[in-house]
C-alpha cells in the first residue's frame, strides 16, 4: 500500500515540474528584452518564478480535489482528461488574476501568458501524464505494485467486488479472501475466494498474508456494529475502505474511489490526532480573529438592523452540545421574532425528523412566519451566524466539524450517533457544504461521520472555501 501511495506522490511532482516548467517556459518565450539568455532571464525574474512556484502549487491543489489522484481517476483515460481540463479549467481562472497582478510592463507580456501557457501544458500533460504514466502505473500496479486485499463479511457488495475485480482489475488488487464469523473456514464465497477466517484471528490473517488493505462489505450488520468494527479495524495498520448501505450518501454527495466501478469509501486514519487538532485550534484562532476584524462593520450593520426592525435582543442565546456531551451556549444573531411557547411545538417537529427512518423528511424543522425580513436574508447567507466565531475563539466550537446539537436532540440519539460529538462542533461541515438543508437527518449524520474519520486541516480548508458559494448562493438555506 505504501508503494501506491508512493506512486500518487510520483504523479503529484510530475504535476508540479509540469506547471512549473509550461509557466517558466511561457515567461520566457513571451520575454520583452530578446537579448537576455534563460539564466540572465531568470535572474532578472526572480519575484515572478516564486509566484509561478505558488501557482504551480495551487494547481495540485485543484488537482487534489478534482480527483486526480484517485485511482480509478488515474487508470482511465477519458476520467483523467476530462478532471483534467475542469481542473484547468478552475487554474487558469487563477493564471487570469496573477496576470493581471503582474501587469503588462515587466519582463512578460502577461495578456498572451495563459494562451502560451495552455499550449504548451495541454499537450506534455496528455503524453507524459495520461499516456506515459499512466501506462506505467497500470503496469506496475500489476506487477510491483500489487496490493493484497481481505475483504470483511460476504455482503452482496462484497461478492460483487471480488466478482468483478477478478475480470477488471487495473489496480493491482489481489483478492485474499474473506473474513467471516458465519460461515467455515475455506469455504467459497465467490469465483474461488474463500473465507480464510474469523475476525478475532485478524491480526495474525493480515501478518501471515501480507494485507495491504481491509475492506468492509457487511449488509446485515447494525448501524452500532458496523461503526464499532470500523473502530476496531483502525487500530489494524492497514488500508481501511468500507462499501455500505450505511454509506451511501457519501459516495452519492462526495467524489470518493471506485473499485470497478463499485465506490468504496477510505476511512483509514491518516493522521495525528494530537498534531491534527493542534493544527487545527492554531488555524481556528487565527482565522477567527482575522474574519472577526474584517467583519466588524458588517457585523455592526446586523445588530443594528436586528434591533431596530424588531423588538428583542440582537443575539440568539441557546444551549448546546458540544466536545463529549459538555454543554454551551451558543451565539447567533436573532433572526426571528420573540414568541412564547414556540420552543415546544419546533421540539415536537424536530423529534419526528430524527426518528424519521425512511428519509423521506430532508428539510430543516424552521416555522418561517417567525423569521423577520432581515432575518430571512442573513439566514439565508448564513450571516446569522457570525456570532459563531466568538464561540470558535473560546474553544466552544470549530470553524468545521459536525453542527451542534440540542440537548434533548442528544438525548433521543441512538449510540451509533453520539459519535458525532468526540470532536468539537463546527460552523461549517460536510454535509452543510454539500447537503445542507435537503438531505435526511440520517444522512447529515453519516456525512458528520465520514468528517470525523477523514479530519485534517487540508480538509478543514477544502469546506471553508467550499462553504463561501455555499453562502453566496444561499444553496439550500432555509
Excluded at 25 to 33: G, H, I, P, V
Excluded at 170 to 182: A, S, T, W
Excluded at 415 to 434: A, H, N, Y
Aim: with cysteine; aromatic share 12%; net charge neutral.
Amino acid at each position: 500500500m505504501k508503494i501506491n501511495l508512493q506512486s500518487k506522490y510520483l504523479f503529484g511532482i510530475l504535476d508540479l515540474l509540469l506547471v512549473f516548467a509550461s509557466l517558466e517556459l511561457s515567461m520566457y518565450l513571451l520575454r520583452t528584452d530578446r537579448g537576455l539568455d534563460y539564466i540572465e532571464f531568470v535572474s532578472a525574474t526572480t519575484f515572478e518564478t516564486f509566484e509561478f512556484l505558488g501557482i504551480s502549487l495551487f494547481f495540485l491543489v485543484i488537482f487534489q480535489y478534482n480527483g486526480l489522484y484517485r485511482f480509478n481517476i488515474l487508470t482511465t483515460r477519458a476520467a483523467h482528461l476530462s478532471n483534467f481540463l475542469k481542473s484547468l479549467y478552475y487554474g487558469s481562472l487563477n493564471i487570469v488574476l496573477i496576470s493581471l497582478l503582474i501587469g503588462t510592463e515587466g519582463a512578460i507580456d502577461s495578456r498572451y501568458i495563459l494562451f502560451v501557457f495552455l499550449l504548451l501544458l495541454i499537450p506534455s500533460f496528455y503524453l507524459f501524464r495520461i499516456e506515459l504514466m499512466r501506462n506505467m502505473f497500470i503496469t506496475y500496479s500489476m506487477t510491483h505494485f500489487k496490493r493484497n486485499v481481505l475483504i470483511l463479511g460476504n455482503g452482496k457488495a462484497g461478492r460483487m467486488l471480488a466478482s468483478q475485480l477478478m475480470y477488471e482489475n487495473p489496480m493491482g488488487l489481489d483478492i485474499v479472501g474473506f473474513i467471516d464469523d458465519d460461515k467455515e473456514i475455506g469455504e467459497e464465497i465467490v469465483s474461488d475466494k474463500k473465507v480464510v477466517g474469523h475476525f478475532k484471528d485478524i491480526t495474525d490473517i493480515i501478518e501471515q498474508k501480507n494485507i495491504d488493505e481491509l475492506i468492509i462489505a457487511e449488509d446485515s450488520s447494525s448501524n452500532e456494529e458496523l461503526l464499532d468494527l470500523i473502530d476496531s479495524c483502525k487500530k489494524l495498520h492497514v488500508s481501511l475502505k468500507v462499501t455500505s448501505e450505511l454509506f451511501e450518501v457519501v459516495g452519492k454527495r462526495l467524489a470518493t474511489e471506485k473499485y470497478a466501478n463499485i465506490p468504496v469509501v477510505d476511512i483509514s486514519p491518516h493522521y495525528n490526532n494530537r498534531l491534527t487538532y493542534a493544527a487545527k485550534r492554531i488555524m481556528d484562532v487565527a482565522l477567527s480573529s482575522l474574519a472577526l476584524i474584517l467583519a466588524a462593520p458588517l457585523f455592526i450593520l446586523i445588530a443594528a438592523l436586528v434591533k431596530f426592525t424588531s423588538p428583542g435582543p440582537i443575539f440568539f442565546k441557546q444551549r448546546r452540545v458540544g466536545y463529549f456531551g459538555k454543554e454551551f451556549d451558543i451565539y447567533k444573531f436573532r433572526s426571528m421574532k420573540v414568541i412564547n411557547g414556540e420552543d415546544e411545538e419546533r421540539k415536537s417537529q424536530m423529534l419526528r425528523f430524527l426518528n424519521d427512518k425512511s428519509g423521506e423528511i430532508k428539510t430543516k424543522v424552521v416555522n418561517e412566519n417567525r423569521i423577520t425580513w432581515i432575518g430571512r436574508i442573513i439566514r439565508k447567507t448564513s450571516l446569522d451566524e457570525i456570532p459563531q466565531l466568538l464561540n470558535v475563539i473560546k474553544g466552544d466550537m470549530s470553524l468545521v466539524g459536525p453542527r451542534p446539537c440540542l440537548p434533548y436532540e442528544y438525548e433521543h440519539y441512538p449510540e451509533w450517533q453520539k459519535r458525532r460529538v468526540s470532536v468539537l462542533p463546527g460552523c461549517t461541515g460536510v454535509w452543510q457544504v454539500w447537503g445542507r438543508s435537503s438531505v435526511s437527518y440520517k444522512d447529515s449524520v453519516v456525512l458528520d461521520l465520514y468528517y470525523i474519520n477523514n479530519m485534517s486541516p487540508w480538509f478543514d480548508l477544502q469546506l471553508l472555501f467550499q462553504t463561501i458559494p455555499v453562502m453566496l448562493t444561499a444553496r439550500g438555506a432555509k
